[in-house]
């Protein structure tokens, strides 16, 4: 089975995975434009018809501004939490309410949606409610953590079954603190509920890297914060202090926030 992965955006303009096969595909959040999703998919060779649903990680606008768009007039499944729909409800970016399309899971109960094997998993953010995906096509695994503020007991143990795996290093400390934002969106960034780091990142990866990892994408960096050569070099020198060189025992890629990366094809 040919498995396909791109990112169609990451960072705080908006974020769309997509993650296919063959057969069909489905996306992880949708908080790019509509068209801008479909035209990048198109570019990729992406038929938008193969999408059996929408994963939502959580509430917060750069992560569900298309839900109406692609729920509503595509008629394309939008699957979360309860919470989380109810925080889609009240968002002021829906234009177009979830009527017909929302579906409800529930966290760490795994369902089927044409090739995937999913579970959804709680992470730390503030947004209504969080979570992070596990997903499964035979016997390959993709793990995204896209927003979180630390990485939790339970946040490790899915983790810990990726072979490909989406996580954040959203800001560099120094530039972070030493930036214009004001002190409480600082502290609410770096704060438990907020967003991990790069040293946090490369700290986790370093200490408790997945036994069967392939590939590692950093996600969700940050304009101001950040910059993709720095968050890639923290984690390369970190893995590199426990013996890991990427390259050769793994990649690792910082993914661009409004570029859309390569697609990626996986032979299963």
Known sequence: MKIQFICLGSGSSGNCFYLGTERCGVLIDAGIAARTIKKHLKEAGIDIEKLRGVLVTHDHADHIKALGSLGEKLHIPIYTTSLVH??????YCMTERLITSARTIEKEQPFELGDFYIEC?????DGTDNV????????????FLTDLGEITPTAARYIDRA???????????DMLHMGPYPRHLKERIASSTGHMSNADTARYLAHHLPPHVHHIW???LSKDNNHP???????????RDQGILVGKELEVNALKRTTPSPLYEIVE
């Open 86 to 91: 109810q925080g889609i409800a009240r968002s």
């Open 121 to 125: 998993f709680e992470v730390p953010h």
């Open 132 to 143: 992070g995906y596990c997903i499964q096509i035979g016997q390959t695994t993709f793990t």
């Open 163 to 173: 072979n490909y795996l989406i996580i954040e290093a959203n800001y560099d400390t």
């Open 218 to 220: 950093l996600c969700h």
């Open 229 to 239: 050569e720095l968050a890639l070099k923290t984690v390369e020198l970190a893995l």
